[in-house]
Nanobody, 115 residues
């Protein structure tokens, strides 16, 4: 069974940075897409960024130029570098991994941007 474990969330001031990590385990295969999604209170979950196995990336307009998604296929890890954070980035961030066999989610990590 595939498991995804996020880490790296926390409290940061506006303009600050955080790096989220996602550790995938339970499969000998690598996900063909890894992604980050977020859900703020009383809002629907939304796409933040995705990256394919070959490194093609896609970003939500709201984070372009501030966030960078990456992955290390050898370590089966995904990352989200978040710079110039804004209060509206406050949310629970979820790692997602898409395999041929299914779609998996982590438990989420809280990111709070506040002074």
């Amino acid at each position: 069974q595939v498991q995804l474990v996020e880490s790296g969330g926390g409290l940061v001031q506006p303009g600050g940075s955080l790096r989220l990590s996602c550790a995938a385990s339970g499969s000998i295969f690598r996900p063909y897409i890894m992604g980050w999604y977020r859900q703020a209170p009383a809002k629907q979950r939304e796409l933040v960024a995705t990256i394919t196995k070959s490194g093609t990336t896609n970003y939500a307009d709201s984070v372009k130029g501030r966030f960078t998604i990456s992955r290390d296929n050898a370590k089966n890890m995904g990352y989200l570098q978040m710079n110039s954070l804004k209060p509206e980035d406050t949310a629970v961030y979820y790692c997602n991994a898409k395999y041929t066999a299914g779609d998996y989610w982590g438990q989420g990590t809280q990111v709070t941007v506040s002074s």
